[in-house]
């Protein structure tokens, strides 16, 4: 492979090393460290968002532990999915779409909801009352372990649904059915419905979480065309050596850790000074900093998380249920994710075996993540995307070294619980950015539809407000009994699917644009996807191409009828044809691929 920058030869913007191109060992070391760091707010995120439900309160070395196995698990699915899946440099990591399931599964059930009082730290109350556990003790594990089981048992199966789906190639056929109006109800609702989580965190001194969410918008949004200098000692264009002046992004690169970090230091600040109360009862003292920091004493250093380390996963068909539906708001997410990558990374539009494939690995590395104990499946990072077009550098090798850094982290104890001992007013401003931008991000996909179609205000009114109303509704204590078939088995089944938000929304969304009369123009599907770019219907995929093993493929007949295989008959004709021309008729598979879908989802 060259090393060294290049050119994107299409006439975009300069790509400084491409897709099968690696920087020198140092800048790619440090390009990796910065993919890691970008990805890493929303990965150590989904843990702390879960642990109250999980029943985890109280335990920080639990917590800690969870957070390293879900960093341990973006690794090993980042380096799956770079390897052997769509082969774009794209980061995998925990999925905020299976948030809502779980949480629905969670306080659905009497067996799953968690006691109260969680634990307790009062070890002579404890002595007296055998009903109660201390928190962090054996008892107390035993009880969340119970909950993370189901969750594992959920991904173990629910995930081979979208394993089926990729390697089939029969996601071609549902990206057909699903277009910008079923999309953006269900995403914007898994922002909208945890908006009683962000604020659960941020109640316990919201100053504190609306100063997090100034200062991320300082740096995201003000601060973001600011560079910094920076100077090197390198080779110069005259052939000598000196200095070179460069320059970073540096705000627009790492706008979250920029924030946290700063409002955790005047956290520090103020704890130290005693601004905030010391006092457990008093408003404001949950912004302390010492109130979870003997977490950084009693984590091990070095920590390896494997399969089975919370137990033997159990299996419920609400949980299983819940989890599908996760599945499909992710495969959705990752779609447009791939189309938007290879556009940034100056590679050819991925053909229908590369997008088929790369959904089959995240199955693959969803169904790893349940058995290593992750809390959610995998899905790609828009984010990281995001860092690719600012440093223009779209190196497979990055992120592939990023991945490794990710394994590396999973392992040490004490990485993590850094994180556990943020106050929870800091991580309740950094969920209110983050649920704010999920949220907007679903509505960003209105931008193909046709808003002053009434067909379209219809399906998109009807669905947002049905998916907020059935879940709220199914909620209230009064209405606990409300769904009563005559088996407890299935009104739990009943009661996830109904009180997923997401899934009312995208369920009651899709019906109604696909049996409600409309052009396809008016529904927004001509304008979400995009004409394959000049020059690129005949593109070299061979940036696709499987490691080691392609000629050996393509010695074989049968690859060539085979949905996931470089070489397949499908995306020869799709980039053999001209896009104008393109008039296959409705449900052939790779239909769906006929120009890269736009959206970063």
Known sequence: MEEGPTERGDGGTDILYRVNERPPLPMMLILALQQFLTMFGATFSMPLLLEGFLCLKGDTVGVSSLIATVIFTAGLGTLLQTTFGVRLPIIQSVSYSYITPFIVLLTSSDRLRCPDPICTNNESFVAQNTSHVLCGSDGHRDIWHIRIREIQGALLVGSLLQVVLGFSGLVGLLMNLIGPLTITPTITLIGLSLFDAASGKCQGQWWIALTTVALVAIFSQYLRHVHVPLWSYTATPGGGR??????????????VLLGVGVAWFLCFIFTATDVLPPDESKWGYAARTDTKSEVLSLAPWFRFPYPGQWGVPTVSVAGVLGCIAGSLASIVESVGDYYACARLSGAPTPPGSAVSRGIGVEGITSILAGAWGSVGGTTSYSENIGAIGITKVA???????AAVLMLILGCIGKFSAIFVAMPDPVVGGLFL?????VTAVGLSNLQYVDLSSTRNLFVLGVSLFLGLTVPKWLAQPANAGAINTGS?????IFTVLCSTSMLVAGFVAFVL??????????RGFLHWREETPAGQQDADLSVYDLPFIQPWLNRRRITSYLPFCPGFRGDRRLHSTNTHQHEAPNGQINDAFDGPITTEL
């Open 488 to 492: 407890a088995l299935v009104d739990q």
């Open 395 to 401: 190196s497979r090798a990055v992120i592939q070294t």
């Open 513 to 522: 644009d696909n049996t409600i009369p409309g052009t396809r123009e008016e």
């Open 242 to 255: 000196g200095c070179v002046r460069s320059s970073l992004p540096f705000f627009a690169l790492f706008p």
């Open 433 to 437: 950015v983050m649920f704010g931008m």
